[in-house]
C-alpha cells in the first residue's frame, strides 16, 4: 500500500501515452519516414522541459526531500552512446514501440507487444551479463 502512489502515477502516464498517440505504431513509423512533425514535436517538448528544468534545480540550489543537494554529474562523449543509440532506434523502428510505452500498450490490450516486452527484458539482461566487457 505504500507504493499506491506510484502505481497511480504510472496509471496517469499510461493514459496520457495513449491519448496523446505516442504508442500509436503509425505515428511512429510517421516519424521514421519523416512524414509527420507529431513525435518530434511531443519529444522536442519533452526535451524543452527537461532543459528548463535542469536548468531551475540547478539556478535555486533545490534539495532533495531529504535535505541533500542534488548533483547532476558531467558527462563524456564515448562512441557506445552513438552505438547504442543506433540499436535502441533500430528496435524502435522495427517493433513500432519504444520501452517507454510498451506497457500502456499492454494495458490498451495489444498483447502482441509481450513479445516486444519479453526481448527488451531479456535485452537488458544480456546486457547485465556483459557490461563490465564492454567500451564505457
Known amino acids: 500500500m505504500r507504493n499506491i502512489k506510484f502505481l497511480l502515477a504510472g496509471v496517469v502516464f499510461g493514459i496520457i501515452l495513449v491519448k496523446s498517440q505516442v504508442i500509436s505504431w503509425f505515428r511512429i513509423q510517421e516519424m521514421f519516414r519523416l512524414q509527420a512533425f507529431h513525435m518530434y514535436g511531443i519529444i522536442g517538448s519533452a526535451i ?27 558527462k563524456r562523449f564515448t562512441w557506445g552512446n552513438v552505438w547504442g543509440g543506433l540499436l535502441f532506434g533500430l528496435g524502435w523502428a522495427i517493433t513500432g514501440a519504444c ?27 544480456v546486457y547485465g551479463l556483459v557490461r563490465d566487457r564492454l567500451p564505457h
Do not use: D, H
Not at 62 to 71: F, R, S
Not at 102 to 116: C, D, E, K, N, P
Open 48 to 74: 524543452a522541459v527537461g532543459m528548463i528544468s535542469i536548468l531551475l534545480l540547478k539556478r535555486f540550489n533545490v534539495k532533495t526531500i531529504n535535505g541533500e543537494p542534488i548533483e547532476i554529474p558531467k
Open 99 to 125: 520501452p517507454g510505452p510498451l506497457y500502456a500498450l499492454l494495458g490498451s490490450g495489444f498483447w502482441v507487444i509481450g513479445v516486444t516486452l519479453l526481448s527488451a527484458i531479456l535485452g537488458t539482461w
